[in-house]
């Protein structure tokens, strides 16, 4: 009701300034009248749960908070996150001349975006002088990934070669001229922000990554003149439900949110969809914990949910259970813990990836291999059975290593071939998994986008072999002699003593012609 009184008097207010090219704002301003009484008279009736769709982005500038003090108080801290006191912008309504509409930016906007503009000027000098052979427009693209801070950039840059360094910054050019140009043309398209169908928060999930906007669900938690419009998060970017009482909260200031275009109010029938949504979305995790410190999640539900890329775990040792589980960047989410007692596979429908080469036809090098497995103490071996007659399943037993420990994984290789992956998840179980071939040294290879290289050196990984004299002639060095390219490394689960990395020389760069000078990377 404070609301909806603050509004009709300015209604009033502006009524003596309005001219007839003003009607149109003076429309506006009563449609905006009645968008806050309807989304007042939704709260009333619905006790509190009424919802909206908003652009994540413009949620960040209207409470006054940037995007990573956000996503650092509510991944780092676990707590709620609160809105400025002192709020946002608020919009500046003006009349007058053949503009009906607009908003006046204040001057500690312009003050700071002029700031802006001088500190990647600087940088970008900076930058030139140390790197001459790249464009202004590359310089800007390495400043603007670092926040403008030239020394990161630096450091940054120094750390990689000549043909990567070109590569990326082409690659960050391209996607900042792309982003200009969609912001170019946002400016000019007002967006239809989805509702809340019967397809639920999958739907709203696709809608909202089709309309590439950065959409998210808030629940309405109060509007006063004071405070403004109170938000909380109801759904985490993946769609999962927030912790109730540590989703990030919000304080936009009244007018701005009423006059911006990347809000939407559900009605009562969403707002119901809404809260059935958010009792099924509930983080589901299974695990295994077969000693005090060990935890290994082998079931994640909802579907498709990246457990180890999105979300920190918290898993408390000392009463062994899953205490808290956090979204990277949107805050604690509500979820239930399962411990499996051997119920359940270990990979829950993905395979291990298994990279070996061939030595001879009685020794096969296993050289990388990609687990779903953040056990800290995973152990694994080798087994060919070349020249037995034996049936796999008969080596199926997971012995002890010489420190006791319980081996966690068996390979069993036959003819060059990974025939079976045994595992331990409570008792002993096979696992899928897919073997990939590493071509030989000598090969021409693809690195990178478009450049081609030679590999040189092959390390010798994990040697399975049914013949002693094989091992004997390996080579047993693992680590290569040459600087490893970061974007190479191997992001994915991986024994640390299997990195997975080979020597090769650079041969032909990116935009097809030879390297001037032969140059070994790893």
């Keep these: 009701k404070d609301a909806v009184v603050v509004f009709r008097d300015l209604v009033r207010k502006m009524d003596k300034k309005l001219t007839k090219v003003d009607l149109q704002f003076e429309n506006q301003l009563r449609a905006t009248d009645k968008a806050i009484a309807q989304l007042l008279r939704n709260i009333n009736k619905s006790a509190g749960s009424s919802y909206i769709c908003g652009v994540r982005d413009t949620v960040y500038k209207l409470s006054g908070h940037s995007a990573e003090e956000a996503m650092a108080h509510a991944a780092a801290q676990g707590l709620r996150v609160y809105g400025a ?39 970008t000098g900076q930058v030139l002088d140390t790197f001459p052979y790249i464009t202004k427009e590359q310089a800007q693209a390495a400043l603007l990934k670092h926040d403008l801070n030239p020394t990161k950039t630096l450091t940054w840059m120094v750390s990689m070669d000549q043909l990567s360094l070109l590569e990326t910054l082409s690659s960050l050019a391209q996607k900042q001229d792309e982003l200009k140009s969609k912001e170019k ?28 906007k950065g959409l998210l669900i808030y629940k309405v938690e109060s509007i006063t003149e004071q405070e403004g419009v109170r938000l909380r998060g109801a759904f985490d970017r993946n769609g999962v439900t927030l912790h109730p009482g540590y989703a990030p909260n919000f304080r936009l200031p009244l007018d701005a949110f009423l006059n911006s275009d990347d809000f939407k109010i559900f009605s009562n029938a969403e707002n119901q969809r809404v809260q059935e949504s958010l009792k099924k979305r509930v983080l589901t995790v299974t695990y295994q914990s077969f000693r005090e410190t060990d935890f290994s999640p082998i079931s994640v539900k909802p579907k498709g949910i990246d457990l180890f890329q999105d979300y920190k775990v918290v898993y408390d040792t000392r ?8 979204h990277r960047k949107d ?5 239930t813990g399962e411990k499996d007692r051997g119920e359940f596979g270990l990979w829950d429908g993905e395979p291990i990836e298994i990279f070996t080469i061939s030595h001879s036809p009685r020794t096969e090098r296993i050289l990388h291999i990609h687990m779903n497995d953040i056990r800290e103490d995973v ?48 008792k002993t179980k096979k696992a899928k998994f897919i073997q990939k071939r590493v071509p030989n040294a000598g090969s021409l290879v693809k690195v990178g986008q478009n450049a081609f290289a030679t590999v040189l050196w092959i390390p010798a990984g994990m040697v399975v072999s049914a013949a002693e004299n094989d091992e004997k002639s390996i080579d047993s060095r693992q680590k290569p002699h040459f600087k490893s390219l970061l974007q190479c490394v191997c992001k994915r689960k991986h024994p640390v003593e299997l990195p997975g990395m080979v020597d090769v020389r650079l041969e032909m760069t990116c935009d097809g012609h030879l390297f001037p000078e032969a140059k070994g990377l790893s």
């Design 85 to 123: 006191s002192r709020g946002g912008f608020r919009a500046q309504y003006r009349a007058g001349g053949s503009r009906s509409v607009g908003s006046r930016p204040n001057t500690a906007t312009n003050h700071e975006e002029k700031r802006r503009r001088e500190r990647l000027e600087r940088g």
């Design 319 to 326: 009463l062994k259970k899953l205490s808290k589980v956090l």
């Design 185 to 212: 043309q946002d400016s000019h398209t007002t967006l239809e922000l989805p509702g809340f169908g019967n397809g639920g928060i999958e739907e709203f999930l696709r809608e909202s990554e089709s309309s590439g």
């Design 379 to 426: 152990t694994v071996e080798g087994l060919n059975i070349t020249d037995s007659n034996d049936s796999v399943d008969s080596h199926k037993s997971l012995s002890k290593d010489t420190s006791g420990r319980l081996l966690s994984y068996k390979i069993v290789i036959k003819n060059s071939q990974v025939v079976a992956v045994f595992h331990h998840s409570g």
């Design 331 to 335: 805050g604690p989410v509500l979820f």
